[in-house]
């Protein structure tokens, strides 16, 4: 599976290409935050056997997912920034494609449309990557899986490969710029 952070790859670009209809930190909280369930719920609960439920389903985009990721977008990440700022003097570090990604703030409507594209991304990328995606649950108990080959471990490190060295090119472009 990718890592959490490498689900960013399929937002990140929406940004760069058009900075004003997209909120950077909603695009990239909504596209992190089902893997959420993973380091929290399953450990605690361990009833699932991958730890994908709610937070990896359309209906959890919809709701846990994106009151999280708006949360996360419009509050934690600028009360972090403003003690990091404190640390770290100089707004290097905030710039993303050219913009101060933390003083670029959208409208709700934005921000709202930002986090549930990237949740939607989130379980696009995992439909490809894992034979056990709840996409569509409570309606549907079967997981789902695009590919049949998702469960071969050639496919998921090939896949990650490719995701780590563009999530790295993207930082590396894209990122004090």
Do not use: C
């Not at 399953?42 to 994908?52: D, F, K, N, Q, V």
């Not at 490809?128 to 998702?150: C, E, G, K, N, S």
């Amino acid at each position: 599976m990718p890592l959490t952070p490498f689900h960013t790859v399929l937002v990140w670009p929406l940004y760069v290409r058009w900075p004003r209809r997209w909120d950077l930190l909603a695009l990239s909280m909504g596209a992190v935050m089902p893997d959420l369930e993973i380091v929290t719920v399953y450990p605690i609960l361990r009833t699932l056997e991958s730890g994908r439920g709610l937070m990896h389903s359309v209906l959890g985009v919809l709701t846990v997912n994106l009151v999280l990721a708006v949360l996360a977008a419009r509050y934690l990440v600028p009360w972090m920034a403003v003690r990091l700022d404190r640390r770290y003097p100089g707004a290097g570090w905030r710039r993303f494609a050219g913009h101060d990604f933390v003083a670029d703030r959208k409208t709700w409507a934005v921000t709202i449309g930002s986090a549930v594209l990237g949740g939607l991304s989130h379980l696009g990328f995992d439909v490809f990557m894992h034979y056990d995606t709840p996409l569509l649950w409570p309606w549907r108990d079967q997981p789902i899986a695009a590919v049949p080959w998702a469960v071969d471990p050639i496919w998921s490190w090939g896949i990650e490969l490719v995701a780590g060295a563009l999530f790295f090119a993207m930082v590396w472009k894209w990122v004090s710029r």
